[in-house]
Structures are given as structure tokens and as C-alpha cells.
């Protein structure tokens, strides 16, 4: 059937997707979600059908094409396309089957992520698999296939090195800016280590947003590996790169349901490691009340399966539970937390005691494992490195290779507004909780103001009296520090007995 | 936070959407799928969160409404609304908890269907429910409470009479026009039968597109009550009131993948005939290769899962397996079945043979299931009001009702084109295939084309010659009787050995 275009110039997000009008696709015997052959000229593609009442956005005898479909039809209003009906994809049959509760195969995983990843399968289609794996739980298997799966259909770092290292951390954990202390350490060792980081998405800040405070984190794969290569390791914003693309896909059907499928977590931290390469992982899983993992069960349940999963992926893993019960470090916010590294890497009395101590201890790890320290030597190598300046030395480099600057901690100007809390009890502090100081400093305005967030000045098991200074929160306007405030006075960050 | 309105002038289909600007959300730490409460002056409605990327679309510091929303909350383009962050409503737990393998219990099952039908919940969410109950399959008490549950969600007809009868068939054998033989008898016997009927989806020709080509079939609740005091009975498209309106949208998101769970058909059928107030229900299974049903254990399974359901919904429902290996009757089309009907209605030897057969048996069983004819008895008693010439006297009178008028049926006209298919061998008449008559007649234009379709010469069983005239195709224009000949070409829709 000849159809005329109409360019809807919206994009439809997750499959090509054409739309017909009612009568027109009643005519032809097509519903919502068949699959139809456009051919427009030389070009052809396959889309999805969605079908509309209203005539005047679709009218009889046109087609309706969302943004994507026009470009790759290469087509625009008024032209003439010829549609016919196509086969659905058999990843359909394939999520059908996981949804009898069948195992699937390598090739079926892959053809399902492969069709997710190339707009081929609608939401609902995602929805159902996503389903299945939730209530058929995935084998080992699958979930080593699934990873295989969604690193092929995504861009991947080749660079031809042995060992190379990587950490995780499962997040949840206020100021813990671990990475970019472990990373110029690890790397001064003489270690590889292509980071790779992600922005915040509930918190008031990500790696990535925090190096972003001092250098670019956005990179080609080609600029990654020209920063590896200068200087063994790179602060590079993931989402930047095509890693494992897929897992976006799933993480926006999954998000309505609060869905948190293990297999599917596994295999989308793990296909982001093995994309760089990565040969030695080292994984963090804080553990505590107001962190991600709130209970011992589940955190040794994760321990497990990732050393499992990552035996059978071949990536030489290390998982530690740490104590994740409050904030590590002192700022919480990108500037905050740049400051809180740049003072522990330049020795800085100021510098958060226990955030230097977990990073030497996890920097110590990685250097034993990429054999670089003997067991149980590594965390002393890590502070000579760190105590040297060599360090430092090292992340001033990358930053430069990224387009930054390094600078005096002290030098840093926080957002123009704060305001303080203050104790009106005395005692200790006995829980500072994670989620009620993130939630004020994304309320003040962190992490899209740079500058706003909070410091603590005190931490965990520290005195106060009635009239101690607790916090300090920043922000770059008054209304908005006006809300973080109210939070703040409503939902009590400390507890002090 | 306050947003200006864009209203975007396209309905959103499933749920209430408002969609923001990603910068906006972001700042909000409000995701995808999240709920919003809108406030505009007087009115307030909850969204859900549809997030863009579009500066054009949505800019910063506006709220795009689509159409449902624009008109719940009575604003336009340009007036302010408050928003704040809603709760999820409460269905989506009762939705994770049947994905968890637990049974819903009937006030969790109400809140669901009620969400749905209120555009509270979206597709990706009403497709972990269709998942959850395909993968952990309904209980009965499920499919009850499923049932109360489609019926407390429309509109409902209240007669206030015992018996009301009502007959349902499932489908997929052409030409099987029994309902508009058997709805005057059993009226005309004096039982009450308010018919709704539906159009044709994947047909040639629903009982809907039939009776229309005499007269109107849509009325509101109180025209169909008008027409059943009058009448004792009705033809009524059962789409134009709002039975169970919860089933189109399950639908919906099941098509995609061809799911076909039988909970839900049987809760789909039955909450549209309790609806109507039905006590007594016949359903006709035709059972063969080409029907919808074409193994013998499912046609039992559905026989004893229909007994059960209705037992528990006090429905009292008799169930036959009948053959539905090749059409019954001899048109196949809006017009042509009508014809078939008239002949029959009329007593006139052209109509056929094995139509009037299967109505009057089913007219029979529903004579004894009321209560107007003995135990065996009941065929007989139907034949006895056919040929006397009151059942057509009552079908007069039902179509004169909806705004028609009966004709003779040789008066009536077929589609302009037409061309013969002729058989190139002798023998028998083995088999006739349901699908593919079903497929040329729409290929010919039926239903839309009301005249168009096919005229079956030669039926299961008959003897046929070289040159014998095997079926006619009627359409209103050369091009699609041309693709409905190809059709009838290639694939063969008799066998003849």
C-alpha cells in the first residue's frame, strides 16, 4: 500500500515506530505493534506500528514517522513510502520462551539485546522480558550471556595490556570519593586503569561530576585511550562512550516497578568493565542503615554472585563490604568533594582521616592484586605513593591530559549562600544518615551547582555540645537553600545520644 | 515548583502523562514513570512523569500536558500549575506482588482493573501485570475477582427479570451467523436475551457488522434497554457501551505478544454477559483445523475452566464442542451473511442447510435452559416458531427497533466486481479453510465494504468437476478483487480428493 509521509518530529525513544491511521491499518488487518516494510526509494526499514483515531495528526492515506524512522528512511513529509506487513523478530519468540520459564542460549540472548539496542523491540516487548527474567531468575549462564550480549552490542577499549585493573562501588554512601584517590595510586604503580565513571543520578554527586569540577569528562574512546595512554588511567564519564548501551533501555522499564534484578545488575556492572578490558575488578559494597545494601544477607548474596559471575567471565574479582552506616569524608557535593581529594592528595592536614584510610586500603588491594605489592604489603606501597606527592603528581597529569587544572584546595570557593546546623543536644554522634544528607544536598542544589552541597564538621563518634557547628550546607540561591534548610530542620540528619 | 502549561494536543492513550523537561526532572530527582501532583487553581490531577530531552518540545520551567490531563485539570498553554512528587499508587505493589508468585485477593485485584480503567497506570506497568498473571496463572478466586472486578468498572444493564439468556461463541469459522437466527426465537418464545455483539477483528464479518447492514447498532445503555422491553431482545455492538472497559486495554499490551491467557479471556467474555445481567449462558466452541480452537484438549480445558468460573459467578452456563473445520452457511461478509440469515429467517429453500441446523439446535438448548421447552424437546420447538414465520416476524420487528428495515433477500445487491473460482479437479469437497476464506473476503474489502465477500457454492462434502464452480468473490474495486484472486490463487482454501 502507497502511503504519504507525514514527519511527526517527535522522537518515539525506544523502537522505530510508524504510525497508521485507524482505518487505514483496520483495512489491512494490522495492529498495534506488528511490524510493517517501509521502502522509501533505495531505503528500507522495518517499523513498529502504533495506531491513531485522530485524523488530523494521521490521516487517512499517510503515514505517521516518528524522528528516528525519518532519518533512517532518509524520507520527509510529503514523499511517498510503500508499505508492506514483515515478520515480527524472533527475539519475540525468545522472550516468549523465557516466559515459559525455558533457559535461554547464547545466540537468543544476544538476539534480544542485539534487537533492544537497534530500536527493534517496543517498551512493552522490553517490559515482558524484563518480567521474565525478574520472575524466571536468570541462570549463571544467562547472566554471563546477557553480559556477553550487551558488551558486543556496545563500543569496547582494546589495548592489548595485562593486567588490567578496575573498582565498583554499589553507591549509597555520601562524600565517598574513593576513585579518584585509588586511581593516580594505582596507576603511579605502574598499573593500567581506564576508569570509567557515572554522573549522579539520586545522589549530589558522581565521580564524574566531581572530576568535571576540575577537568572534561566527556570523551571519544579514541580521546580515552590517548589519556590512557599518557597516563595509564583516565577519569572518563561512561555515559559519554557507548558502553553497554542496552542497559539503559532496561533500567527505563525496570525504574517504574522498582525493579532490581540481580542477574541483570551484575551483568550491567560487569559488561561496563569488560568493555575497557578490564582483567582485575575490585568491588565495594558499602553495607549499613541508609546506604544502597541495607542488610548483611543481602550484601554476601552479591558478594557471591559476583565472584561467580565474574570466575565464569574471566575477570580476577575482590569483593569487600565496608562500612557504609554513614558518609565518608567531609564534603558532599562536586566542589566539596574535589576539595575533601585534593587536601588528602596534597598531604593536607584537612583531609578526611577516613576517607584517606579506605582508599590506601583499597588502593593497597588493587596494587597486590596486579602484583605490584606482596599480600599484605600493597596498603603501605599505596601510602608511600600517596605521601610522596607521587600521587598527586600523577592525578595533576591526567587532569591537565583532560583538558583541567589542578588547584589549592583552600582556593575553592564554595556556592554564595549557606547556612549552619547546629547541634542543641550534647553527646556523640552516634548515626549520620546517608539518604537525609543527600536529599538536602540535591535540595541546595548539588550536583547541577558545582559549588553547592554540604560540609560536615563533625563525623561519626565525635563530641558535640549544645551550639556545636554540625553542617554546613551551601547554595548558590536563597530559595533553594531556604528548602535544603526545611528538609534539614524536618528530617534529622545526625543523631547525637 | 511552579511550570508553565504547554498543552500538546495528542493523547497519551494509557495514563494520565505530564511530561517535563529532563533539566527540570533531574533538578527534582524525578524519574521516569514517577508521580506528580498537579495543581491548577481549583483542580489538581496525578500524572505520570514523562521526561524529554527536548529543549523545543518541553523547554525548562514548562509542563507539556497531553490531552486527557489538559482536560482533567480545565488549563491551556500558558496558565501556571504547582507540581509536587505523588505516591505510586498503591495497585503497582499489588502488581509486584502477583510478579512474586502471591495470590491478590479481590479488593487488591479491584484496585488494579480500577487503575487501569482510570488511567492511573501506564503501559509498561499494565504489561507487568498481564506478565505476572500469564507467568503465575490466575486462580479461579482469581479470575472471579477479576471478573467482579471488569464488571464494578463499567457500565452495567439491570433488567430485573429471570431468566435472561445470552449465548457466546469464540470464534473463527466463516459465515457463522447463528445469533441473528437464535435471538428471535428465543425471544419470540418469550425469554429475555439482551444480545451484544461484537465487530469483526481479524474476520470478514462480526454479528455488529451483519446486523448493520440492515440497521443501526449502536445505542447507548438506555436505547439498548428500550429495544429489549419492545423486543424481549436486541442486537447491540457491545463496543458502543461501556462493558468491562478494562479489557481493551489488557488487550492492548497482550497482542504484541500473541498472549492469550485464559484468565483473562474467560473474565474478558463473562464480565461482558454479567453485565448485561445474564443468568443463563450457551457457549459454542467450534473445534477444527483452521477455527481458533484447533486441539481437542484445549477445546475441553476451556469447556471445564468456562463451567467452573461461571458456577462460581452464578452464571448458569452450558458449553458445546461443535465442528468448526470449514465455514457454516454459504456468505461470507457483512452482506452476504445477512442474506444467508434472511434466507433462513424467510424459509426459503437457498438458505443453508447446515446454518439453520446449528441455530436451531443452539436456539433449542437455550429453550430448556429457560425453561419454555422439555428436555429434548427444545429443537423442535424452535423449528416450530422458525417456519411458523414468527422468529421472522420478531427479527422484523427487533431491526425495525434499531432504525431498519428487513428486505428480500434476493433484492439484495452484491459488491460491484466479482470473480468465480473454479475448480481444477473432480472429486469431493475434503476440506475448507476458515483462515484462508477469512483472509480473501477481507482482502475484498470486507467488513468495511459491506457488500463485498464470498459466495460459497460448494460446501464440506460436495461433489465437484473439472470446471465446477467452487466460490465467488465480491468487491467494490478491481484492484482488491485482484489481490483477493491472487490470494485465492495461491493459497488453496479447498482441497478436494
Same mark, same amino acid.
Given at each position: 500500500?502507497?502511503?504519504?509521509?507525514?514527519?511527526?518530529?517527535?522522537?518515539?525513544?525506544?523502537?522505530?515506530?510508524?504510525?497508521?491511521?485507524?482505518?487505514?491499518?483496520?483495512?489491512?488487518?494490522?495492529?498495534?505493534?506488528?511490524?510493517?516494510?517501509?521502502?522509501?526509494?533505495?531505503?528500507?526499514?522495518?517499523?513498529?506500528?502504533?495506531?491513531?483515531?485522530?485524523?488530523?495528526?494521521?490521516?487517512?492515506?499517510?503515514?505517521?514517522?516518528?524522528?528516528?524512522?525519518?532519518?533512517?528512511?532518509?524520507?520527509?513529509?510529503?514523499?511517498?513510502?510503500?508499505?508492506?506487513?514483515?515478520?515480527?523478530?524472533?527475539?519475540?519468540?525468545?522472550?516468549?520462551?523465557?516466559?515459559?520459564?525455558?533457559?535461554?542460549?547464547?545466540?537468543?540472548?544476544?538476539?534480544?539485546?542485539?534487537?533492544?539496542?537497534?530500536?527493534?523491540?517496543?517498551?512493552?516487548?522490553?517490559?515482558?522480558?524484563?518480567?521474565?527474567?525478574?520472575?524466571?531468575?536468570?541462570?549463571?549462564?544467562?547472566?554471563?550471556?546477557?553480559?556477553?550480549?550487551?558488551?558486543?552490542?556496545?563500543?569496547?577499549?582494546?589495548?592489548?595490556?595485562?593486567?588490567?585493573?578496575?573498582?565498583?562501588?554499589?553507591?549509597?554512601?555520601?562524600?565517598?570519593?574513593?576513585?579518584?584517590?585509588?586511581?593516580?595510586?594505582?596507576?603511579?604503580?605502574?598499573?593500567?586503569?581506564?576508569?570509567?565513571?557515572?554522573?549522579?543520578?539520586?545522589?549530589?554527586?558522581?565521580?564524574?561530576?566531581?572530576?568535571?569540577?576540575?577537568?572534561?569528562?566527556?570523551?571519544?574512546?579514541?580521546?580515552?585511550?590517548?589519556?590512557?595512554?599518557?597516563?595509564?588511567?583516565?577519569?572518563?564519564?561512561?555515559?559519554?562512550?557507548?558502553?553497554?548501551?542496552?542497559?539503559?533501555?532496561?533500567?527505563?522499564?525496570?525504574?517504574?516497578?522498582?525493579?532490581?534484578?540481580?542477574?541483570?545488575?551484575?551483568?550491567?556492572?560487569?559488561?561496563?568493565?569488560?568493555?575497557?578490558?578490564?582483567?582485575?575488578?575490585?568491588?565495594?559494597?558499602?553495607?549499613?542503615? !541508609?546506604? @544502597? $545494601?541495607?542488610?548483611? &544477607?543481602?550484601?554476601? *548474596?552479591? #558478594?557471591?554472585?559476583?565472584?561467580? /559471575? +565474574?570466575? %565464569?567471565?574471566?575477570?580476577?574479582?575482590?569483593?569487600?563490604?565496608?562500612?557504609?552506616?554513614?558518609?565518608?569524608?567531609?564534603?558532599?557535593?562536586?566542589?566539596?568533594?574535589?576539595?575533601?581529594?585534593?587536601?588528602?592528595?596534597?598531604?593536607?592536614?584537612?583531609?578526611?582521616?577516613?576517607?584517606?584510610?579506605?582508599?590506601?586500603?583499597?588502593?593497597?588491594?588493587?596494587?597486590?592484586?596486579?602484583?605490584?605489592?606482596?599480600?599484605?604489603?600493597?596498603?603501605?606501597?599505596?601510602?608511600?605513593?600517596?605521601?610522596?606527592?607521587?600521587?598527586?603528581?600523577?592525578?595533576?597529569?591526567?587532569?591537565?591530559?583532560? !583538558?583541567? @587544572? $589542578?588547584?589549592?584546595? &583552600?582556593?575553592?570557593? *564554595?556556592? #554564595?549562600?549557606?547556612?549552619?546546623? /547546629? +547541634?542543641? %543536644?550534647?553527646?556523640?554522634?552516634?548515626?549520620?544518615?546517608?539518604?537525609?544528607?543527600?536529599?538536602?544536598?540535591?535540595?541546595?542544589?548539588?550536583?547541577?551547582?558545582?559549588?553547592?552541597?554540604?560540609?560536615?564538621?563533625?563525623?561519626?563518634?565525635?563530641?558535640?555540645?549544645?551550639?556545636?557547628?554540625?553542617?554546613?550546607?551551601?547554595?548558590?540561591?536563597?530559595?533553594?537553600?531556604?528548602?535544603?534548610?526545611?528538609?534539614?530542620?524536618?528530617?534529622?540528619?545526625?543523631?547525637?545520644?
Amino acid at each position: 500500500m502507497e502511503l504519504k509521509v507525514k514527519n511527526l518530529e517527535i522522537a518515539a525513544g525506544d523502537a522505530l515506530v510508524a504510525m497508521l491511521n485507524y482505518e487505514d491499518a483496520h483495512h489491512l488487518t494490522i495492529f498495534q505493534g506488528d511490524r510493517i516494510l517501509i521502502r522509501a526509494g533505495k531505503n528500507n526499514a522495518v517499523a513498529v506500528v502504533d495506531i491513531t483515531h485522530s485524523n488530523s495528526l494521521v490521516p487517512r492515506g499517510t503515514i505517521g514517522l516518528f524522528e528516528e524512522l525519518t532519518q533512517n528512511l532518509n524520507t520527509k513529509s510529503g514523499k511517498k513510502v510503500f508499505i508492506s506487513i514483515a515478520e515480527k523478530p524472533k527475539s519475540i519468540d525468545y522472550i516468549k520462551k523465557k516466559m515459559h520459564g525455558e533457559k535461554l542460549n547464547e545466540k537468543e540472548m544476544f538476539s534480544i539485546i542485539s534487537d533492544i539496542v537497534n530500536m527493534r523491540l517496543t517498551e512493552i516487548e522490553i517490559t515482558y522480558f524484563v518480567a521474565a527474567c525478574y520472575m524466571n531468575e536468570l541462570s549463571s549462564r544467562e547472566i554471563v550471556d546477557l553480559t556477553e550480549a550487551m558488551i558486543n552490542t556496545g563500543e569496547t577499549l582494546a589495548l592489548n595490556k595485562y593486567p588490567i585493573m578496575d573498582k565498583h562501588c554499589i553507591g549509597g554512601v555520601a562524600g565517598n570519593r574513593t576513585t579518584m584517590i585509588i586511581v593516580p595510586i594505582v596507576a603511579e604503580a605502574g598499573l593500567i586503569m581506564p576508569k570509567t565513571s557515572s554522573r549522579a543520578i539520586t545522589s549530589p554527586a558522581g565521580t564524574a561530576d566531581t572530576v568535571e569540577f576540575l577537568a572534561n569528562v566527556s570523551f571519544s574512546m579514541k580521546g580515552m585511550k590517548r589519556i590512557i595512554e599518557k597516563n595509564n588511567s583516565c577519569f572518563v564519564w561512561g555515559g559519554g562512550i557507548n558502553l553497554a548501551p542496552s542497559d539503559d533501555k532496561l533500567i527505563h522499564v525496570e525504574r517504574p516497578m522498582s525493579l532490581d534484578p540481580v542477574g541483570q545488575l551484575l551483568a550491567s556492572i560487569l559488561a561496563k568493565k569488560k568493555s575497557v578490558s578490564a582483567t582485575h575488578l575490585l568491588v565495594d559494597i558499602p553495607l549499613g542503615k !541508609g546506604a @544502597k $545494601v541495607e542488610s548483611k &544477607d543481602k550484601a554476601l *548474596m552479591l #558478594k557471591k554472585m559476583f565472584e561467580r /559471575i +565474574s570466575r %565464569l567471565l574471566k575477570i580476577k574479582t575482590k569483593v569487600i563490604i565496608t562500612d557504609g552506616s554513614h558518609p565518608i569524608g567531609r564534603g558532599v557535593g562536586p566542589a566539596l568533594e574535589a576539595r575533601d581529594v585534593l587536601y588528602i592528595l596534597t598531604n593536607n592536614p584537612k583531609g578526611s582521616y577516613e576517607l584517606r584510610e579506605k582508599s590506601l586500603e583499597m588502593a593497597g588491594i588493587l596494587l597486590e592484586m596486579g602484583g605490584k605489592a606482596k599480600s599484605g604489603c600493597g596498603k603501605i606501597i599505596a601510602e608511600e605513593i600517596l605521601t610522596s606527592g607521587r600521587a598527586y603528581k600523577r592525578f595533576s597529569n591526567i587532569i591537565r591530559s583532560q !583538558g583541567g @587544572k $589542578v588547584c589549592d584546595p &583552600d582556593s575553592i570557593r *564554595m556556592a #554564595k549562600h549557606h547556612c549552619n546546623i /547546629i +547541634s542543641n %543536644l550534647r553527646g556523640r554522634v552516634s548515626h549520620i544518615d546517608n539518604k537525609i544528607i543527600s536529599k538536602i544536598a540535591r535540595m541546595a542544589g548539588a550536583p547541577f551547582d558545582k559549588r553547592a552541597g554540604i560540609y560536615l564538621h563533625k563525623n561519626l563518634g565525635e563530641e558535640v555540645h549544645r551550639g556545636s557547628l554540625l553542617y554546613t550546607i551551601y547554595s548558590e540561591s536563597k530559595q533553594k537553600l531556604m528548602y535544603a534548610r526545611k528538609i534539614a530542620d524536618e528530617e534529622k540528619a545526625f543523631e547525637i545520644k
